[in-house]
Structure formats: structure tokens, C-alpha cells
């Protein structure tokens, strides 16, 4: 499996092709974790959740 994130400065819209992702929802990042069955899937949303988590940390400090 391959996994991206990009963090963008503010909301840009999203585009999808329905016949692909005929049930997509978009979810705050730990209900999505939470919805997923792969182990493989939920360990790339817990890397992005670090990641956030160290963004966030280095602009405060």
C-alpha cells in the first residue's frame, strides 16, 4: 500500500470519480480510523495523526 499526505494553508475543493469512490464520506481523521477495517489503513492514518501532532508542535514552539 502507498500513503500521502499534503497539508494545504486552507480548504481547496476535492474532485472524485463517483463510479471509483461511490461511497466516499470525508470524516474528521480519527472517526476515519475508526471506520476502517485494513490494520494497514489505520496504521497510515495514525503516521498522518503524528504528523499533524508534530506540525503543530514545531509552530508553537
Known amino acids: ?3 500521502f499526505s499534503l497539508h494545504l494553508p486552507e480548504p481547496r475543493p476535492v474532485n472524485l470519480m463517483r463510479e471509483e469512490h461511490s461511497e466516499s464520506e470525508w470524516l474528521p481523521l480519527t472517526k476515519g480510523r475508526d471506520r ?5 489503513n489505520r496504521a497510515a492514518l495514525d503516521q498522518v495523526a503524528a504528523l499533524r501532532a508534530r506540525e503543530r508542535t514545531d509552530a508553537t514552539s
Open 1 to 3: 500500500e502507498h500513503m
Open 36 to 40: 476502517v477495517w485494513s490494520w494497514t
